[in-house]
T-cell receptor, first 111, second 113 residues
């Protein structure tokens, strides 16, 4: 069964710290992997998309890595800010036209 | 501005009543999706549609129904047969060839008492 797991479920850190969010998937035959951001009571916004042939993608202070062989991805956030507080979701796509979603990590950045 | 709209933002219903959630997009996307989000769980796919007048069941379609009469619109009806309908419902759309690049609406929070 294709499953996606995100650990930890919640994380609270002081402003300015660098941090890493984790995503693991059981079936390594992925098409691509995405990281999304969700603010409370809102929809989702795509942050980074990594194709299966890529190792990492960067956007500003965000860097996402992909290790297909170990079934893992990490989202690195540098110099965290209170505005980064949100829930971060990982989604894996396979060739069956569906996304498999993790439950998310709720991130709180304390001023 | 292109995007997806969902209405209403909050919806309250009594048990036993059917309720319809609206989703409209002006991105000219062929594919549209309905997801359910519960605390501590990932998004679960209810229904999706790749073309007008056609749709497929997702992982948790029981107790739900949809229609796709227009490319821009994909309403979801939560029927009285849905055992636990209280949840946050998200609509999304994508192009056919890049199904993984999904654009999301702001969501509707449904509370059934």
């Amino acid at each position: 069964k294709q499953e996606v797991t995100q650990i930890p479920a919640a994380l609270s850190v002081p402003e300015g710290e660098n941090l890493v969010l984790n995503c693991s998937f059981t079936d390594s035959a992925i098409y691509n992997l995405q990281w999304f951001r969700q603010d409370p009571g809102k929809g989702l916004t795509s942050l980074l998309l990594i194709q299966s042939s890529q190792r990492e993608q960067t956007s500003g202070r965000l860097n996402a890595s992909l290790d297909k062989s170990s079934g893992r991805s990490t989202l690195y956030i540098a110099a965290s800010q209170p505005g980064d507080s949100a829930t971060y979701l990982c989604a894996v796509s396979y060739s069956n036209y569906q996304l498999i979603w993790g439950a998310g990590t709720k991130l709180i950045i304390k001023p | 501005d292109g995007g997806i709209t969902q209405s209403p933002k909050y919806l309250f219903r009594k048990e036993g009543q059917n309720v319809t959630l609206s989703c409209e997009q002006n991105l000219n996307h062929d594919a549209m999706y309905w997801y359910r989000q519960d605390p501590g769980q990932g998004l679960r796919l209810i229904y999706y549609s790749q073309i007008v007048n056609d749709f497929q069941k997702g992982d948790i379609a029981e107790g739900y129904s949809v229609s796709r009469e227009k490319k821009e619109s994909f309403p979801l009806t939560v029927t009285s047969a849905q055992k636990n309908p209280t949840a946050f419902y998200l609509c999304a759309s994508s192009s056919m060839d890049r199904y993984y690049e999904q654009y999301f609406g702001p969501g509707t929070r449904l509370t059934v008492t």
